[in-house]
C-alpha cells in the first residue's frame, strides 16, 4: 500500500492507504478524525464537506492518495487553540442553525467557503443557492442561512483587520 | 446572569460538541477487535430463495463468518416482533406474518436482508458478501396498494388472503349515512398521500458486544433505547434484560425512522455473542432507502355531507394504506389510532364513519414518519374542507370558521373516540392570516399576474395529537407496550443536578430544555443541572422519543420527580429549622418557615440528606433522589394555522413558496428558538412532501427512487423563509401544559402547500392535485388547459 503525506489541521501526517481509500475513510478511520461525517453514497449531501488546499471538498468524492501533499481542514481545525470559535461556529450556535449536528460539520465547512469566495457580499437568495450541495434534514436551512449572512460581516472584518 | 429559566432562548448546550466535530455517534465508535458487517440485501422485490452459495464469500480475504437465516433459525431465532395489534371490524385480529431477521425461504422487498458478510475491515466485508452467490426463482411482485388489494394480485405472504392485514373502521355507519341522505351537499374526493423516505442525515448503525461474562451491549441508531432492549432482548435474541444494555448516543436525526427495531440491531449483537468479538454495521444511504422504514402511501376517499349553511354535517371516509412488506414495530397504529380519530380535525362534524384497510405490498415495511397519520388526516381533511368551499362557493375562511369547534366548547368529545382539552382554533386563525397579510393578497396576485406568475395562498386549520395514552387505554387498543415516560432526578450532596430521562434527543435540544425546565423549578443555576438520556445503563426505563412526547410526557415525569424531590426536602427543613412541614414553603431554591426569615437553600437540605447526622433518620431515608413515571391521562392537541403563498411559473410549471406562516399552539413553551426550530424543519419536511419527496416503485416492487440522485430531498433553494408564532391554550391535563411541537410543522403544512397551489391554478379547472405537485404534473395540467383558457 502506497503511503502518503499530508498536513491536516495544520500537522503533518503520513498513511499508508489503499489505492481505493477515499479522503473521508482517512480522515475518519485512520486519523480518528470522525467529525467529518458521512451522509450518503452519491456525493449528495455534503456531510463530508472539508478544506483541501483552502477549496471546500466533499471527502468522499477524492481519494486519498489525491490528497498527498495537500493541506487539509477540518471542522476539528477550525477553533482556536484556546477553544475560541471561529465566526461560522459561533453564529451556528447563536442562530440555532443546527439541530441533531450530523450535516453541521460539512455545512460550516461548505459556508465559510461560500463566504470566503465572496468578499463582495451575498444575498439571501445566493446563500441559498451556494447550499446547493449540503442536505439538511433538520432545520429548514431558515437559521443556516441566518447564520451565514450574521458571519458574513465578522469574517470579513477579520480579514480586513 | 441572563434568564435561563422556563421561556428563555437558551442558547444549546449541545451545539459545543456538535460544532467542534466531538459528536459521538454509533458510527465514530471503535472497539478493539472490532469487526464489520456487511448486509446482501434482495435486489429483486418478490423472489424464492432457491440457494445460498457462500463458499466463495466464506474463502474472501478477512472473511470471519457468512450467516444467512438458516443459521439465526438454528440458534432458536425467529422473526422481528410488531408493538400494536389491531383487530378486524369481525373482531378477528389482524394478519401478523413472520418477519425474518434475515430472509428464510422468500424474499418480498428489494432490500430485504438474506446474508451478513463479517470481516476484518469494512471494504474485505463488503467484497465478500458481492460473492455470495444466490438462487433466486423471480415471483411476481406488487407494489401499488391499489393493485394489490384488487382480486388476483400476488401474494406476498402465502397465508396472508388477499394481501389485506387488516380491515379496520372507527365511528357511527349508521348515523353517518342518515346525514348522507338529507344533506344539502355531498363533496367527494379522492386523494394519495405519497409515500416518503425519512432520510434523517445520519444513517442508520449499530455495534454488538459480548463480554466474557456474556453480557451484551449494542450501540445503535435509536430514539428509544428501552425499546430496542425490551424487543430484541425478549422477543428475538432472548437476552435477559440484566445481561443487556442499549447505548443510543448522539443520533443524527430520527423523525420516526429510528423508533423501530431494525434486523441489522439483532444480527450484530447476536454475531458479537457467536463470534466474541465487537461487530459494527453501518448503513449506506442506498441501504437507507431500501431499509428504513418509510412513510405515508395511502389513497383515500372522501366524503362530506353540508348543509344549506354550509355546516358540516357527516364525514365518510375509505382508505388504503400501505404496510409494506412486513409489519414494522408500530405500523399498525399509524393508519388507524393516530389517522381516523384525528378526522374530525378542528370541527364539530357530527358523524364520522372511517374504514381502514391496510395491505402488504413488496415494498419496504412502512411505519411512523413524522407526524404518523395525523398528516395524513390534515390533508384529507383540509384538502376536502376547500373543495367544499370551492363546491358551494362558501369562502374557504368563513368557512372553517362556520364548523370551528368553539373555544368555550373544550373539552370536547369528537364522534372518533379522542376527547380534545383544549384548543382556539379562531385565535390561531385570527392571527396567522395577519402574519400572513391575508387580507392583501388579492394586490400581490395581481402583481404577479402583471409578471406573468400565478400566486395562489393556502390556508390549513389542523389539529393533532401527541403523547399517545394513556397505556391502559392504548392496551385496550392494541398496543403492546406501556407509553409512559420516567424521569429520575438526583440532586447531588453540594446541590448540582443531574437529571436521567427515558426521552431520547437526536436533534430536539433536550440538554438544555430539560436542563432550563429542571433548573427553573429547583431554583438551581442552569449550568448546575445535566440531563443524561440514550443509555440504558444509566437510565430508567423510559419509552423515548416519538410522538412529539418528551416535554409534555417526559417533561411532566420530571415535574413529578421534583415534587417528590420537594416533599421531601420539606420534611428535611422542617427538621433543621425545628418547625412543622406544614409550615414550610419552597420557592426559588429555598425551603422556608413561612411568616418568618428562617431559609435552607436547596443545597444545604442536600448536604443534609447525603451527611445524615442531623437528620430524621427514623423516619426518613438519607439521600436526595427521585424517580417518577408519568402515564398521561389523555394525548395532547396541538392545532394551528399554516398560511402559504406560491407562485407559479405557468412556462416551466415550478413551483415557488414566497411566503409561509405557521402560527402553532403548542401549550407551554421552554425554549421559543427551540420550538421556532422545530417548527421550521417540520414545515420543511411539509413543503418537502407536497412539492418535491415521493418514493417511487414500478408495479412490481422495484425501487426506483434509491438514492438522492432520484430521490428529491428540500434544498435550501427550494424552501423560504419561515415564519413562525406560537399563541398558547394550556393542555388541561398535564402539570406542563404543554402539548409538544416535534409534528405540527410536518402536519399543518402539506395542505396548506396544495392549497395554494391548487388556488394559484383555479382559472384552469383544477379542483385538487396529489403530492407532490411537481413542476411536470403542473406544468401538464397548464398545457392541458391553456387551449381552453385562450378560447374563452
Redesign the interface.
Same mark, same amino acid.
Given at each position: 500500500m502506497p503511503t502518503i503525506s499530508l498536513k491536516v489541521n495544520g500537522k503533518a501526517v503520513s498513511a499508508e492507504v489503499?489505492g481505493?481509500t477515499l479522503l473521508v475513510e482517512l480522515l475518519?478511520e485512520k486519523l480518528g478524525?470522525?467529525?467529518?461525517?458521512? =451522509?450518503?453514497?452519491?456525493s @449528495?449531501?455534503g456531510?463530508c464537506v472539508v478544506h483541501v488546499n483552502g477549496d471546500s471538498v466533499k471527502s468522499c468524492t477524492m481519494l486519498a492518495l489525491q490528497a498527498d501533499g495537500a493541506e487539509v481542514t477540518?471542522?476539528?481545525g477550525?477553533?482556536a487553540a484556546d477553544g475560541t470559535?471561529h465566526p461560522m461556529?459561533a453564529m451556528?450556535?447563536?442562530h440555532?442553525a443546527? @439541530?441533531?449536528?450530523?450535516?453541521?460539520?460539512g455545512m460550516?465547512m461548505s459556508a465559510i467557503d461560500i463566504v470566503q469566495k465572496h468578499p463582495e457580499g451575498l444575498s439571501?437568495?445566493q446563500?441559498?443557492?451556494e447550499?446547493?450541495g449540503?442536505?439538511?434534514?433538520?432545520? =429548514?436551512?431558515?437559521?443556516?442561512?441566518k447564520a451565514i449572512a450574521a458571519a458574513f460581516p465578522l469574517m470579513h472584518q477579520k480579514h480586513a483587520a | 446572569m441572563a434568564f435561563e429559566g422556563i421561556g428563555a432562548s437558551v442558547?444549546?448546550r449541545?451545539?459545543?460538541?456538535?460544532? #467542534?466535530?466531538?459528536?459521538h455517534?454509533v458510527?465514530?465508535m471503535n472497539r478493539p477487535g472490532q469487526v464489520y458487517a456487511a448486509i446482501r440485501r434482495s435486489d429483486r422485490p418478490h423472489a424464492r430463495i432457491k440457494s445460498i452459495d457462500s463458499s466463495a464469500a466464506a474463502a474472501a480475504p478477512g472473511v470471519i463468518a457468512v450467516y444467512t437465516g438458516a443459521d439465526m433459525a438454528a440458534d432458536g431465532i425467529g422473526g422481528l416482533p410488531c408493538g400494536w395489534q389491531i383487530h378486524n371490524k369481525d373482531g378477528s385480529p389482524m394478519a401478523e406474518p413472520m418477519h425474518p431477521v434475515l430472509a428464510t425461504g422468500k424474499v418480498r422487498h428489494v432490500g430485504d436482508p438474506i446474508a451478513v458478510v463479517i470481516a476484518e475491515t469494512k471494504?474485505q466485508a463488503k467484497d465478500a458478501a458481492e460473492l455470495l452467490v444466490i438462487d433466486f426463482e423471480d415471483l411476481p411482485g406488487v407494489a401499488d396498494i391499489r393493485a394489490a388489494s384488487a382480486p388476483g394480485a400476488p401474494l406476498v405472504h402465502d397465508e396472508v388472503a388477499g394481501n389485506v392485514c387488516y380491515d379496520w373502521h372507527i365511528g357511527d355507519k349508521g348515523a353517518v349515512d342518515a346525514a348522507f341522505a338529507r344533506a344539502k351537499h355531498v363533496v367527494k374526493l379522492d386523494l394519495v398521500n405519497n409515500r416518503l423516505i425519512p432520510?434523517? %442525515?445520519?444513517?442508520r448503525a449499530a455495534l454488538g458486544e459480548c463480554d466474557v461474562s456474556g453480557h451484551y451491549t449494542l450501540s445503535t441508531t435509536s430514539q428509544n433505547p428501552h425499546v430496542i432492549r425490551l424487543l430484541m432482548g425478549a422477543f428475538v435474541l432472548h437476552i435477559p434484560e440484566h445481561k443487556l444494555r442499549i447505548i443510543a448516543p448522539?443520533?443524527?436525526?430520527g423523525?420516526g425512522s429510528k423508533i423501530y427495531h431494525y434486523a441489522e440491531e439483532a444480527i450484530v449483537t447476536w454475531a458479537a455473542g457467536k463470534l466474541r468479538r465487537p461487530v459494527k454495521w453501518t448503513a449506506?444511504?442506498?441501504e437507507s432507502f431500501m431499509s428504513d422504514a418509510h412513510g405515508r402511501d395511502h389513497v383515500s376517499h372522501a366524503e362530506m355531507a353540508v348543509d344549506e349553511e354550509g355546516h358540516f354535517l357527516a364525514l365518510r371516509v375509505s382508505t388504503l394504506a400501505n404496510m409494506g412488506a412486513y409489519l414494522s414495530t408500530f405500523a399498525p397504529s399509524v393508519p388507524t389510532y393516530l389517522y381516523a380519530t384525528l378526522l374530525a380535525g378542528v370541527y364539530k362534524t357530527p358523524a364520522i364513519y372511517a374504514e381502514v384497510k391496510a395491505i402488504f405490498t413488496n415494498t419496504v415495511p412502512v411505519d411512523a414518519y413524522r407526524g404518523a397519520g395525523r398528516p395524513e388526516a390534515a390533508f384529507l381533511l383540509e384538502r376536502l374542507v376547500d373543495v367544499v368551499a370551492q363546491e358551494t362557493g362558501i369562502d374557504r375562511v368563513e368557512l372553517r370558521r362556520k364548523n370551528f369547534i368553539p373555544a368555550d366548547a373544550y373539552p370536547y368529545q369528537t364522534p372518533v373516540a379522542l376527547q380534545y382539552d383544549s384548543g382556539n382554533h379562531e385565535m390561531t386563525l385570527a392571527e396567522a392570516l395577519k402574519a400572513a397579510d391575508y387580507a392583501g393578497f388579492p394586490a400581490r396576485r395581481a402583481e404577479a399576474a402583471r409578471r406573468g406568475k400565478l400566486r395562489g395562498i393556502g390556508i390549513s386549520t389542523y389539529l393533532e395529537a401527541c403523547g399517545i395514552a394513556p397505556s391502559h387505554v392504548a392496551g385496550a387498543l392494541g398496543a403492546r407496550a406501556g407509553l409512559y415516560e420516567v424521569a429520575n432526578i438526583r440532586v447531588h450532596p453540594t446541590g448540582s443536578v443531574t437529571v436521567f430521562t427515558g426521552a431520547h434527543s437526536?436533534? &430536539?435540544?433536550h440538554e438544555t430544555t430539560f436542563a432550563q425546565l429542571v433548573a427553573d423549578q429547583l431554583g438551581v443555576p442552569f449550568d448546575q443541572v445535566d440531563v443524561v438520556h440514550g443509555d440504558t445503563g444509566e437510565i430508567p426505563f423510559g419509552m423515548g422519543t416519538y410522538g412529539s412526547r418528551s416535554l409534555a410526557v417526559g417533561g411532566s415525569a420530571m415535574v413529578k420527580a421534583m415534587d417528590k424531590i420537594i416533599a421531601k426536602g420539606k420534611r428535611i427543613a422542617a427538621h433543621l429549622m425545628e418547625a412543622s412541614v406544614e409550615d414550610i414553603e419552597f420557592k426559588d431554591g429555598a425551603f422556608r418557615v413561612a411568616g418568618t426569615d428562617k431559609a435552607k437553600a436547596l443545597a444545604e437540605i442536600s448536604l443534609a440528606a447525603y451527611v445524615p447526622h442531623n437528620y430524621p433518620i427514623e423516619e426518613l431515608e438519607p439521600g436526595l433522589e427521585e424517580t417518577a413515571f408519568y402515564d398521561p391521562k389523555n394525548f395532547t392537541y396541538p392545532g394551528g394555522c399554516h398560511v402559504c403563498e406560491v407562485e407559479i411559473d405557468p412556462e416551466t410549471g415550478v413551483t415557488k413558496v414566497v411566503n409561509f406562516v405557521a402560527v402553532d399552539d403548542v401549550g407551554r413553551v421552554i425554549n421559543p428558538?427551540?420550538v421556532?426550530?422545530?417548527v &421550521?424543519?417540520?414545515? #420543511? &419536511?411539509g413543503i418537502g412532501q407536497a412539492l418535491l419527496e415521493g418514493a417511487a416503485y414500478d408495479a412490481n416492487g422495484q425501487l426506483l427512487s434509491g438514492?438522492? %440522485?432520484d430521490y428529491t430531498?428540500?434544498? #435550501?433553494?427550494n424552501?423560504p423563509?419561515?415564519t413562525v408564532g406560537t399563541e398558547i391554550t394550556l393542555c388541561t391535563h398535564n402539570p406542563l401544559g404543554s402539548k409538544g411541537c416535534g409534528e405540527v410543522?410536518a402536519i399543518g403544512s402539506p395542505p396548506a402547500v396544495i392549497n395554494a397551489v391548487v388556488d394559484a391554478l383555479k382559472d384552469y379547472g383544477v379542483r385538487h392535485i396529489d403530492m407532490p405537485a411537481t413542476p411536470e404534473k403542473i406544468w401538464s395540467i397548464i398545457a392541458a388547459n391553456r387551449p381552453k383558457m385562450a378560447a374563452e
Open positions: 489503499e481505493r475518519r478524525l470522525t467529525g467529518t461525517h458521512i =451522509g450518503c453514497d452519491t @449528495q449531501c456531510a477540518t471542522i476539528e477550525l477553533a470559535l461556529q451556528f450556535r447563536e440555532h443546527l @439541530q441533531c449536528g450530523y450535516c453541521t460539520p460550516v439571501e437568495e446563500i441559498r443557492e447550499l446547493e449540503n442536505l439538511c434534514r433538520c432545520t =429548514g436551512y431558515h437559521n443556516i442561512v | 442558547k444549546r449541545e451545539d459545543g460538541r456538535f460544532l #467542534a466535530g466531538r459528536g455517534y458510527d465514530d471494504a432520510n434523517a %442525515m445520519e444513517p448522539d443520533v443524527g436525526g423523525f449506506e444511504r442506498s437526536h436533534g &430536539q435540544g428558538m427551540i421556532e426550530g422545530q &421550521q424543519g417540520g414545515v #420543511a &419536511q438514492s438522492f %440522485m430531498m428540500p434544498r #435550501a433553494d424552501l423563509n419561515i410543522g
